[in-house]
Every structure is written in C-alpha cells, then in structure tokens.
C-alpha cells in the first residue's frame, strides 16, 4: 500500500538547524511533486514548500530565507531543511504527494506529521 512517513522532528534550539525526511513506500516518487505543510498549534496546516518531478522547488516568501526543499529519488525520500529555526517554526510538518504540479495543489495522499518544537 502507498505510504508517506515523516521523521526528524522533536525538541530543538531557536537558531539551531533541523532536517525532516519523508520517505515513500509502496510506490516510486519519481514522477510526483511533493510539499511539506507547516500546521501551528491552533492554526490551519498552510504548505510551506514544493518540489516537483524535474527538482524545481517553491517556498513561500515567509520561509524562503530559511527552508530548504529537496528531493532523492533513489531513496523516494523528500527533505525539508529549516535553517535558523525560529520559535514559530514550532508545530507538525506533513509531507504530501500529487501527480500533478506544486500550482494544482491536488496532494491526495499525506504522511502521519512529525512534530518539532523549538525552545528559546
């Protein structure tokens, strides 16, 4: 069956750096964008970051400064690097799969979220 896991998040230090990982399983990412979404305690989940099959990436003007999205193929794993963390980077990160573009947003099948929490 067609999986997404996020992993990586936990406890970290504002101005410190973090990587999470999303790796697929049941199937092969090659031909799929991906996009990780941010979700604050109390807010709606609002998409940070997408990259799509040819590993051209979108970020958010918020977060352009500070994420990195990317992608390993051979691995059917995605990535997103936060770097400085900031305290509002604080909430659950779940990454999302489409067969289409990272403008059509039609992510139809999403990992479980990993939590990150960033102390001052």
């Known amino acids: 069956q067609a999986q997404l896991a996020e992993s990586g998040g936990g406890l970290v230090e504002s101005g410190g750096s973090l990587t999470l990982s999303c790796v697929a399983t049941?199937?092969?990412?090659?031909?799929?964008?991906i996009a990780w979404y941010h979700q604050a305690p109390g807010e709606e989940r609002e998409g940070v970051a997408c990259?799509?099959?040819?590993?051209?990436?979108y970020l958010i003007d918020s977060v352009k400064d500070r994420f990195t999205i990317s992608r390993d193929n051979a691995k059917n794993t995605a990535y997103l690097q936060i770097n400085p963390l900031t305290p509002e980077d604080t909430g659950v990160y779940y990454c999302?799969?489409?067969?289409?573009?990272?403008?059509?947003?039609?992510?139809?099948?999403w990992g479980q979220g990993t939590q990150v929490t960033v102390s001052s």
């Open positions: 999302a799969i489409s067969d289409g573009d990272c403008e059509e947003g039609d992510f139809g099948l």
């Open positions: 990259i799509v099959a040819d590993a051209e990436a």
């Open positions: 049941g199937f092969s990412v090659d031909d799929y964008s």
